[in-house]
């Protein structure tokens, strides 16, 4: 079982940056896809990015790209979200998600991702 910790949501203004960090510090075997999701009120979950095993390959929704940016760091099993240039519409909870251990092959589906976080808010003001 793996265990996801999101960090770094919070409050910002529009046009502002923040950073979301997600822990997985049990992932000691093998290097599978991972991404965040977001879930605004009301709303189903959706996709934002997400980051391959190896890192070489990440793919972005239309709505963040350019503007968001997925990295991880296989050695302290952690993982990255820079939000740059933010805006109302991306207020909403933000969820680290892992797919099982042998799978490194990202995917934009959310029901491809068995781990998940407890999610980390994200409020951003007009």
């Known amino acids: 079982q793996v265990q996801l910790t999101e960090s770094g949501g919070g409050l910002e203004q529009t046009g502002g940056s923040l950073s979301l960090f997600c822990a997985a510090p049990?992932?000691?075997?093998?290097?599978?896809?991972m991404g965040w999701f977001r879930q605004a009120r009301g709303l189903e979950r959706e996709f934002v990015a997400v980051?391959?095993?190896?890192?070489?390959?990440?793919y972005y929704a239309d709505s963040v790209k350019g503007r968001f940016t997925i990295s991880r760091d296989n050695v302290r099993n952690t993982m990255t979200l820079q939000m740059d240039s933010l805006t109302p519409e991306d207020t909403a909870t933000y969820y680290c998600?892992?797919?099982?251990?042998?799978?490194?092959?990202?995917?934009?589906?959310?029901?491809?991702?068995?781990?998940w976080g407890q999610g980390t808010q994200v409020a951003i003001s007009s």
């Open positions: 998600a892992s797919r099982r251990e042998d799978l490194p092959r990202a995917s934009m589906n959310v029901g491809a991702y068995i781990y």
């Open positions: 980051i391959s095993g190896n890192g070489m390959d990440t």
């Open positions: 049990g992932q000691t075997d093998g290097r599978p896809a």
